[in-house]
C-alpha cells in the first residue's frame, strides 16, 4: 500500500502535536485524542499562543493565531501543517 508524503508528515505532527499540547496541559501522555477538540483540555489563549510558537518553530514558517481555531481539533491542524509543508504532485 502506498501510504503519501502529507500522510506521513501528518501522523508524525500529530503525534507531536499530541506531546507537545500534553506537556502544555501538564497531563499525561496519551491523554490527547486527536479528534477532540483542544478547547475540551482547557487550552486558552496563552497557552495556546504558546503551542503556537512552538509549532512555528519547528515547521519554519509563521502561522496566523485563527489558524488554530479554524483547525480546532489536533488533526485536523496537524492535517493542515502537512498540507502546507508537502510540495504539490507534479504532473507526470
Known sequence: MFVS?????QAELQDWLCARLAAALKVGDGMIDPTEPMSAYGLDSLRAVAVLTEVEER????????????????AA?????????TPPCEPA
Open 5 to 9: 508524503g502529507t500522510a506521513v508528515i
Open 59 to 74: 515547521v519554519g514558517f509563521e502561522i496566523d493565531s485563527d489558524v488554530l481555531w479554524d483547525h480546532p481539533t489536533v
Open 77 to 85: 491542524f496537524a492535517r493542515f501543517l502537512a498540507e502546507r509543508l
